[in-house]
């Protein structure tokens, strides 16, 4: 989840909302839509309605045409490869914020209708388990903001890019908006000439037709739908090796390459130092999207993160704009690689990203970690009397989705981290990390996975440590620090 600037301070925040209602029924091509049309979700505790059950999706092909302002929507078309999981009747697929032409399934006219933010869709004959179905949808894509509503196309200064976290990719294009269902990802952007499109992956060719290019991009591994990412502006691209003859690949507005520059040299080498701590880089490509944008916030996105232009203004000290850089990067291992199963696993992104966030900054800063975890500490019951414990959160307010990114899966969940590593030791907790990120790439996980393998690693039970550090209502006493207190107030 992005950063939110607040100070200079060691710490991150992340906040920003994404609500909105749904307005696919306005003009859906009216044949005998299915009845009842309900949005069905796959119970996520915290997003009841995200995602959709009964298939698996394989991978989407997503075409986006950008008109050359960001007053109109973008004519899109969506397609989507998915297995049957059980008997499909009518197939639901999250969407919101668009209009919907005509939809095939199997290439095949099917009849369609909305259900609060569902694309309910009525294929000609029903879908037998374990067949696959392809599922094209016409629409648009609107960038426009409405009352209530942050996230998905973010509008900047020359263009779009996006922010889908945690569940604004279906006010984007229709899809199974869920991070338990990864899929591969192909893109086409078409834009007037003078602009540059960019997104997730790397480059699969371009198009040049009339006063137009396309630009197409494919990624290699497998995807949450809130990680995707389209840039389309007035960029410049700029490309450099990584470890192992890595394509590092950034974008910025062309204006400000040279004085961005210090600071994405640094790339490279915070990779290195990531990949000591935590093994081999786990995709195809990385880099940063720079964007001119107030967003208040860093995010993500996998192979391209994206950062605010004011992150390298000068307001923030150099050690902290890089502990920042840093904990969007390790999220590639973290959230982007190893996934939630569900949103209620939320703090193994963000307390592994703050993790490595802080102890970057111990290690190249002086910045000592061990004063922000008892800092963190002391407020460590508040925040659970806030948000719940890390690995419980509360569910989020009633009209504000992504306030589930409080400071208990933050800075409270890397508290988690430091009181394992005093639990179980520096080289089993090394150990932990580096296998975790090894046996679950380009998967999904859970709270469990990761309480059963610390327990491999250290070679006992950690049930009743885990009991009390991920689910406790008070902080249990933090192993090594017996002087250190927690303050509830």
């Known amino acids: 989840m992005p950063h939110t600037l607040r100070s200079a301070m060691p710490r991150a925040r992340r906040a920003r909302a994404a609500l909105l209602a749904c307005v696919v029924s306005g003009c859906l091509i009216a044949a005998s839509a299915p009845s009842p049309a309900q949005p069905r979700g796959i119970g996520d505790p915290l997003y009841p309605t995200l995602g959709n059950p009964g298939y698996d999706v394989l991978s989407y092909d997503l075409s986006f045409t950008y008109p050359g302002s960001n007053s109109e929507p973008l004519a899109a ?8 999981t059980q008997r499909l009747e009518s197939v639901n697929l999250d969407f919101a914020h668009g209009t919907v032409a005509s939809i095939d399934v199997n290439g095949a006219p099917a009849d369609f209708t909305g259900a609060g933010e569902d694309l309910v869709i009525k294929p ?12 094209t949808v016409r629409h648009t894509s609107d960038p426009v903001s409405r009352k209530g509503r942050e996230g998905g196309w973010v509008r900047t ?17 229709p899809c199974n908006d869920h991070p338990s269902d990864k899929a591969l990802f192909t893109f086409h952007v078409t834009a007037p000439d003078g602009y540059t499109a960019v997104a997730n992956g790397l480059p699969a ?108 203004g000068g307001a923030f000290p150099p050690w902290y704009i890089e502990s920042i850089m840093v904990h969007e ?36 800063a002086h910045r000592p970690l061990q004063e922000r975890m008892k800092a963190a500490y002391g407020l460590s019951d508040r925040w659970r009397a806030v948000g719940g414990p890390p690995a419980a959160p509360e569910p989020p307010r009633q009209g504000q989705k992504i306030s589930i990114f409080r400071p208990n899966v933050y800075d409270g969940a890397a508290l988690v981290l430091y009181a394992l590593r005093q639990e179980i030791g520096q080289p089993a907790f090394e150990r932990l990390e580096r296998a975790w990120a090894s046996l679950h790439r380009d998967g999904t996980s859970t709270t469990a996975d990761f309480e059963k393998l610390a327990a491999d690693e250290a070679g006992r039970d950690l049930s009743a440590f885990f009991r009390g550090w991920l689910y406790g209502e008070k902080t249990p006493p933090m192993p090594g620090h017996p002087d250190w207190h927690s303050d509830r107030a």
């Open 77 to 84: 078309v969506t397609r989507i490869r998915a297995r049957a």
């Open 124 to 135: 000609v004959a029903p879908l037998p388990k374990g067949g696959v179905l392809t599922v």
């Open 157 to 173: 200064d020359d263009g779009l890019v996006m922010a889908n976290q945690a569940d604004a990719a279906h006010h984007v294009f």
């Open 205 to 312: 060719g371009t198009r040049h037709t009339g006063g137009a290019t396309t630009w197409s991009y494919r990624t290699l591994h497998p995807m949450a739908t809130e990680l995707t990412q389209v840039s389309i502006g007035r960029s410049l691209v700029l490309h450099r090796p990584g470890p192992h003859g890595l394509p590092v690949r950034d974008v910025v507005p062309a204006k400000d390459a040279a004085e961005l520059e210090p600071w994405l040299e640094r790339t490279p080498g915070q990779i290195a130092w990531m990949e000591k701590k935590v093994g081999p880089y786990p995709f195809e490509t990385y880099g940063l999207l720079i964007a001119q944008a107030q967003t208040g916030f860093e995010l993500e996105t996998q192979t391209l993160s994206l950062f605010e232009k004011g992150v390298f």
């Open 329 to 364: 990067l390790s999220h590639q291992w973290f959230g982007d690689s190893v996934s939630p199963r569900t949103w209620s696993d939320v703090w193994l992104n963000e307390g592994h990203a703050t993790w490595y966030e802080a102890l970057y900054a111990e290690e190249t």
